[in-house]
């Protein structure tokens, strides 16, 4: 295929088409003020467009971040709105677009991707593989059992999104967390948020803001929605919880992505009686999974340079297959990461391209080798539902090798 009709946005020419997509996507209303927030946000992050007749009628946006990994630190592209025209689609222009970002992201020195899904499928074709199962609850903040009483906050408004996006730069990590660099990535989070609340405290330096819940009232006795949240002590956490508690002489439910570094039911008094009488009804105590984001490796090497396992280390054979070349049609450059390469894992581990007669072979695609990699299910698990495989005695090995921490993003987009 040649000639693809792709080039970067103009945002002056192009963004009146763009919002005209994003309301035929269903994402925003015809009105003023959501036309406003889709040209902010298209003034951030990178953005590619296909045209029809020169009319922008597909868009791809990225946004640079990062990503933990153990204690270490990765470049990410995180691909922040994919959409496409009443008027364009199947026309492959969403796929190649995305594949032609993974390229820039790359180029651009990015290390791993991510992404938030509309169904599980689409950007496999491009490389990418799911995420873990996150928990979504909704519990009854009368039952959380935190002692500590929560000191008065402060309202936080749209116009905090400065101090909101420090707050999550600087708020406690786990393994798999993310950040976004432009702060604007936050304020469409606040902007967007239908009748918000903010609740937080500024007790970091120069008072800046270091602990707050964010979210959506739906009625009068809720449920409330938290959508975004930081903390960095466990101190700060439990004044988080008490204030949620402080609320639920009026508030009958809470709900929230759970916070992933613990099990919020730990908290809950008579979790089960509580299921039992609330089913079926609005406030009901839930607990729900659903493996809802993507991620890929870009950087092979880098992205292993900085894996560090207990020992002792293994050496295998990886032969990787990357959807990505066939997508990116005639574009020249990075073309994915398809190929032989030798591998070690343990304290410190690496890669090079080649093969070794000697050496057990492990096969997979890219997708499911980042996922094997982040730690979202062993070897063996990815050896049954996903393209990997390899000899007994090596997913064996690989199972020993990668024991890591169930990953979370702790940032929603
Ligand atoms: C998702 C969306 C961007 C796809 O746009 P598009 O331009 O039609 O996509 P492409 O032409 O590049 O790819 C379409 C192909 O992907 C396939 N596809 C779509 N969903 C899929 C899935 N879950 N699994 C596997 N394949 C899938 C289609 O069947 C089609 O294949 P075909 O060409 O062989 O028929 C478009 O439907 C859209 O804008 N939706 C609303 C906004 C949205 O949800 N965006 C995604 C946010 S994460």
Redo the contacts with the bound molecule.
Sequence with gaps: MTNRPFRPLNHERDIKAIQR?WI????IDDEDDDRKIVSDFFKTGETEV?TIDDVAE?SVHWMPGQIQYQQETLALGA?T?????HV???????????ARALARQFESGKDVSA???????????VGFGTGPYETFIQFDPSSLMVNTRARPPKRLTEGDYKQVHRAMLNRKKFHGAVDLFPPEAISFDLRWTEKPFGLGYFDGPNNSLSHFIWGEMKDEYGPYEITVRAYQTTDQLFELLALIKSLGDQITSFSTLEFGEFQLQDLLKQPFRTRRSTRGGKHEQLLQSVAYWQMRILNLESCLAKTHLPGPGIRFNLEIVDPLEAVLNERSGWKGLSGAYVVDLGPESGVRPGSDKKLPTLRASINAFSRLWLGVRPASNLAITDNLSGEEGLITALDKAICLPRPHLGWDF
């Design positions: 997509i035929e996507c269903g994402w296909a597909c691909v709105a994919v959409t496409t025209s364009s689609r199947k026309q492959g222009f969403a796929q190649e677009l995305t992404l938030g899904m509309f169904d599980q499928g689409f950007y496999n074709k």
